[in-house]
């Protein structure tokens, strides 16, 4: 009789410890899902500012249409990519951030471009929308970041025993984090 309540006792205990586990582990999936919907939204904050970023170039000045050309076309890829939120693979986000990387190079030689420019770069109009790209490129970064900070603790909790145990019986898999894109680490060059 004693070994039996004890057992049940024990059962009990470790069905409370693997609900504790899954709850934590599904707390911060949601979180990470939460800070990946930020940098989602911040992308797409940048890719609506796009087309009213060039068309004010167009507008304030003739020139360098193959430059506007590429702009126009690496928004439409970079906004064709779409990441399953349950299925944050590290092959996904890569994807995700190869077109964005697209983007924002063609963003960078048309604001080099542009200098080259007076009427255009005194323009108040591509001015304002010049400090746009660039509060939204720095809310990209902080929400690429709080995204990485996010799944550094999701993946930790996820592969930290005993936590890993329930994680492998409930399907919770590590997540993938952003990554700076090759030859992020070289200054880029403007020349005029």
């Known amino acids: 009789m004693k070994k039996g309540i004890i057992v049940i006792i024990v059962i009990v205990l470790l069905g409370m410890f693997g609900c504790g586990k899954y709850n934590g582990l599904v707390k911060q999936d949601e979180n990470v899902k939460n800070k990946w919907g930020v940098v989602q939204s911040s992308y797409q904050r940048r890719a609506d500012l796009i087309p009213n970023l060039v068309a004010t170039v167009k507008g304030a000045a003739n020139f360098e249409t193959e430059t506007l050309e590429k702009v126009i076309q690496a928004r439409a890829s970079a906004t064709q990519i779409k990441v399953d939120v349950n299925d944050l693979s590290p092959?996904?986000?890569?994807?995700?951030?190869?077109?964005?990387?697209?983007?924002?190079?063609?963003?960078?030689?048309?604001?080099?471009?542009?200098?080259?420019?007076?009427?255009?770069?005194?323009?108040?109009?591509?001015?304002?929308?010049?400090?746009?790209?660039?509060?939204?490129?720095?809310?990209?970064?902080?929400?690429?970041?709080?995204?990485?900070?996010?799944?550094?603790?999701?993946?930790?909790?996820?592969?930290?025993?005993?936590?890993?145990?329930?994680?492998?019986?409930?399907?919770?898999?590590?997540?993938?984090?952003?990554e700076a894109a090759a030859g992020s680490q070289n200054a880029p060059q403007v020349k005029f």
């Not at 809310?139 to 329930?166: K, L």
Request: proline fraction near 2%.
């Open 91 to 178: 092959e996904k986000i890569q994807q995700y951030q190869a077109a964005q990387g697209q983007l924002s190079q063609a963003l960078g030689r048309l604001l080099a471009v542009s200098e080259s420019y007076p009427d255009l770069k005194a323009n108040a109009n591509f001015q304002n929308l010049q400090a746009q790209l660039e509060g939204t490129e720095n809310r990209i970064n902080v929400a690429r970041n709080d995204f990485n900070e996010s799944v550094n603790g999701y993946n930790s909790t996820v592969r930290t025993f005993p936590t890993n145990i329930v994680a492998g019986i409930a399907g919770f898999k590590a997540k993938g984090y952003f």
